[in-house]
């Protein structure tokens, strides 16, 4: 099968805002395994913070949650970077992630550490639980800002929901200048497996910018041997601290501090990150 050209240069016009693309693609085996990958590579930041802020933000969290053993909920939990150290710490923690691979690995962490952690291989915007079910939340790496208004709106009422009366909402977000980067084209061939695809594949990407900057779509188009187009929409919104602000007292929280990230140091003008601990309330 050749490459319908009409097909391609429909794929390539600019998307509307927040459009998606109906293949999924992070819980597949085979893209999943590339995740966990990047997950575990300390040379990077493609997947999740490096070691060292991650060491700092679990102490900052520790700190946070005080003495005694609490119940975490731990959304798109990955690995198990911050769900296994929290849990060897006698905390009760409940991890979800729906890439196959990640969540296999974790498990395996805990059984080696002989820790229990309740891993769950599930998409954290398709579930619920009972009210009042934790005393605390964690959504870190900008989780939030890949979402789309609707499911970051929804997931937050939940969030609210699940949380115990005091109960802590931790999470991050980037700030416009995490995407001040070119908007550039590129394009490469593959003649082995590569991140998106096993066997020979070419893959088109480029970056499209919204919203004056505020909102990017990383969008990658994979064309496979036998000519089949595929493309990935990946959506990065990202918020001053207004934005945060607004978005949290929208969604019920009114008791929050804002950090320069998840280590809890001071906020910074210039910082791409922006952490948050907050409190319900009622």
């Given at each position: 099968m050749g490459i319908e050209f009409p097909e391609l240069a429909?794929?390539?016009?600019?998307?509307?805002?927040?459009d998606q693309t109906p293949d999924t693609f992070w819980n597949t085996p085979y893209i999943s395994s590339h995740v966990l990958d990047a997950h575990l590579d300390e040379e990077t930041d493609?997947?999740?913070?490096?070691?060292q802020t991650i060491e700092d933000t679990i102490?900052?969290?520790?700190?946070?949650?005080?003495?005694g053993s609490t119940h975490i909920l731990d959304l798109g939990c990955g690995p198990g970077?911050?769900?296994l150290p929290l849990a060897s710490e006698g905390h009760h923690v409940t991890g979800i992630d729906f890439g196959p691979s990640s969540i296999s690995y974790a498990k395996e962490q805990a059984a080696q550490a002989s820790v229990y952690i309740d891993y769950r291989e599930e998409d954290y915007t398709q579930i619920d639980f009972e009210e009042n079910?934790?005393?605390?939340v964690?959504?870190?790496?900008?989780n939030i800002c890949t979402l789309v208004p609707s499911q970051r709106d929804a997931l937050l009422n939940n969030i609210y929901k699940w949380l115990k009366p005091g109960g802590l909402f931790f999470f991050d977000l980037f700030t416009p200048k995490y995407l001040d980067i070119p908007l550039d084209k590129d394009w490469y061939y593959r003649a082995k497996d590569g991140f998106w695809r096993e066997g020979e594949h070419i893959v088109m990407e480029d970056k499209v910018?919204?919203?004056g900057g505020k909102i990017r779509l990383d969008r990658y188009i994979?064309?496979?041997?036998d000519g089949h187009i595929t493309p990935y929409h990946m959506w990065h919104t990202s918020y001053t601290r207004l934005d945060t602000e607004v978005l949290l007292e929208k969604n019920k929280f009114i008791d929050y501090q804002i950090y320069n990230d998840l280590t809890g140091q001071t906020w910074r003008e210039d910082s791409q990150w922006i952490g948050v601990c907050a409190k319900k309330t009622t």
């Open positions: 429909h794929i390539m016009r600019r998307p509307a805002l927040y493609d997947a999740s913070h490096n070691r102490k900052f969290l520790l700190n946070r949650l005080g003495q970077l911050y769900a079910s934790f005393d605390a964690l959504l870190i790496y900008g910018s919204y919203s994979v064309i496979d041997k």
